[in-house]
């Protein structure tokens, strides 16, 4: 019987990543829990976590780019608290995007939409980029 073949990836592109984030974060509490703690500082039940949507490439309310992912965490409080994703893997940055991020959590907070909200940068240590609009920038060995 001939040697089976293992299928190797040759490349990886940011929708897969941003796919295997979407799947992780949906999946359970577990990876939410790390992301929480890392980003927000705060643990689900500091947070009275109830449950958690994720959004993939959801539109901005006042411009025509996507956000890569979108987390909503439903708390006891009422309004959730949102992470606004952006992963960079082999593109480079648009222009303003960081600051489109920004304003976007902003725009979030200051119409009630969510307590708090917060903007994260996904991306290789070798990106190089580590623009200070975005609330933390990450590079995927630490998520």
């Known amino acids: ?3 089976e073949e293992i299928l190797t990836l040759s490349h990886a592109t940011e929708r897969d990543v941003d796919l295997l984030l979407v799947e992780e974060i949906i999946s359970g509490s577990a990876f939410l829990a790390f992301l929480a703690n890392q980003i927000i500082g705060q643990t689900l039940t500091d947070m009275d976590y109830l449950s958690h949507r994720v ?3 959801s539109r901005r ?3 025509r780019r996507e956000i890569d ?3 909503e965490i439903k708390t006891a409080a009422g309004k959730p608290i949102i992470l606004l994703i952006e992963n960079k893997l082999d ?7 960081a600051l489109s991020y920004r304003e976007e959590a902003a725009h979030l907070e200051a119409t009630g939409a ?5 903007t ?3 991306r290789p240590k070798e990106y190089g980029l580590t623009n200070a609009a975005f609330d933390a920038v990450r590079p995927p060995s630490v998520l």
């Open 1 to 3: 019987m001939p040697e």
């Open 69 to 71: 992912i979108t987390v």
């Open 120 to 122: 994260v940068l996904v």
């Open 61 to 63: 309310m006042h411009n």
């Open 114 to 118: 969510a307590s708090t909200v917060k």
């Open 91 to 97: 593109a480079g940055e648009q222009v303003d995007q």
């Open 55 to 57: 959004l993939h490439s």
